[in-house]
């Protein structure tokens, strides 16, 4: 009788540590919801879930493929200049050379697969730290986005050689950035599509679990005969890939290709991403994390910003959100096996 009166307080205590851990990150969000519907009833209405939706669309995308890399055991840091390459490429393929629009998106959606399958090699095949590789990539990236367009950039109307360009940006091509279908903007049904398919591959097909295994024990996985290089490959493939959807959405958008517009697309991603972890309790990269950590984040600046909170303090309050879902997810104080 004794030991049942000492354990019950233990019991609550480390009840609610569960709760919290697995929770937390969506009681939070409810609360903050709720808390900006009532400040500012413009939040609250389907025009301006639709905004919240469209301004994460293009990060929830990248993050998803971060996440693949992630699961894979890699760590994938040239994703935000891939998004600048994709865009320099789609609009130099317009521009440039007047191809048309589908031309353009096949062209971007090589450039990041290919990045990536440097990526991948890198790391593979070089021995590369994946770390170290993808940073390194990250600067090559960049540089060849300059070298593309000698650091100018590219819009209808732009010259080339002191002469006018002889094409410009396909319609169609910018219907994938602005365009609205059935109501809802095009690159929020293309972020839902891109979303299901990271969550059925990492959870309902053999080579989605197989990436998990790699990621979770590289050893185990290459003597159970798992082929650990090529699915480490085919992870980073996989995430060059989701960012230049990245790109050719942001470039339909954006109507022209600028050089630096993937640059803050690196940290928002890896924001998302690792956010997620604490979605549920998972302590993991997974595919609804993701894109619950990426409007998270579209919701808190969304609502501070009909605030008139200052545009400054935004980076600010990404860096705190980070950081308390981090603590949430790693911290021994919210892992209840452990103080057990």
Known sequence: MTATTLDAPQTTASRAREAVYRYGLLVLLLALVLWFSAATPQFATVRNLLVVLQSVAIVCVVALGVTVSLVAGGFDLSVGATVGLTVMVTAATQVYWALPGWVAVLAGLATGAAVGLVNGLLVVLGRVPDLLATLGTMFVVQGLALVLTSGQSVSSGSTVGGEPAPGAFDPAFLWLGRGVLLGVPVPVLVTAAVAVLVAVLLTRTRQGRLLEAVGGNP????????????????????????????????????????VGAGAPYLLETVAAALIGFAVLGANRPHALGTVVGALFVGVVINGLTMQNAPYYTQDLIK????????????????RRKELL
């Open 319 to 334: 860096g705190v959100l980070l950081v308390g879902a981090l603590v949430l997810s790693f911290s021994a104080l919210f």
């Open 219 to 258: 050893v185990a996985a290459r003597l159970a005969g798992v082929h650990v290089g090529r699915l480490r490959v085919l992870a980073y493939v996989l995430s060059g890939t989701l960012a230049s959807v990245g790109g050719i959405l942001l470039a339909g958008r954006l109507g022209r290709g600028d």
